[in-house]
């Protein structure tokens, strides 16, 4: 596996993985696995839609638990995340209405790793993973799922590649997951020191 390792990095991060993509090809249909606050899936549709038309999809599954919270969150993270859900589809939906020109976006609430069968195998030139859970097992899941529908030559990427928080009893198994696909289903893995964000060209 061969593998880049990159010091010198643009702020925030997170734009690196995208704009490292679209120099090395062209990019038009977008996905952010774990919307988040939803900063990954608007900047990077809207860094590529500068360059040619852009359709973004966002999805989370928003899971709760039997209380009626998100599954290992606090109240008060489950009021914020709640918040921020009803916030990115307010903004998805008011992007759509006042900027006729501004990339195509969507907000799918679903599995996160079953909602995948909802797309075609290579359909997407780009998949951003955001997961909360660090489990080697979910993030297995996860790349079976989505990796088909990223096209040959185009990208998969997220964060917490390398992190060890062992420390803490959170130990990541992300990076095992990511080491796996990039050598069975990858080719140049991209690793961002600065946050620990990775990219890998599929096969």
Request: hydrophobic share 40%; with cysteine; proline share 3%.
């Amino acid at each position: 596996m061969a593998t880049t390792t990159i010091t010198d990095i643009s702020w925030p991060p997170f734009y690196a993985p995208m704009e490292k993509a679209m120099a090395l090809g062209s990019i038009t249909n977008i996905c952010n696995i774990g919307v988040g606050n939803g900063q990954e899936l608007f900047y990077y549709s809207y860094k590529a839609n500068a360059v040619s038309p852009v359709t973004g999809v966002g999805i989370d599954d928003w899971v709760f638990d039997a209380d009626g919270r998100i599954k290992n969150m606090s109240l008060t993270d489950q009021n914020l995340v709640t918040l921020t859900k009803e916030l990115v589809i307010a903004t998805v939906n008011g992007i759509a209405l006042s900027e006729p020109t501004a990339p195509t976006l969507s907000i799918i609430e679903g599995d996160m790793v079953s909602s995948a069968s909802n797309y075609a195998d290579g359909y997407f030139d780009f998949i951003y993973i955001d997961h909360r859970s660090r489990s080697e097992a979910v993030w297995d899941s996860l790349f079976a799922a989505w990796i088909p529908k990223v096209a040959s030559g185009k990208f998969i990427a997220g964060h917490q590649y390398n992190d060890n928080e062992a420390a803490s009893g959170r130990a990541t198994g992300v990076k095992a997951a990511v080491d796996s696909a990039v050598a069975n289903q990858g080719t140049t893995l991209y690793h961002w020191t600065l946050g620990n964000f990775w990219m890998f060209t599929k096969a």
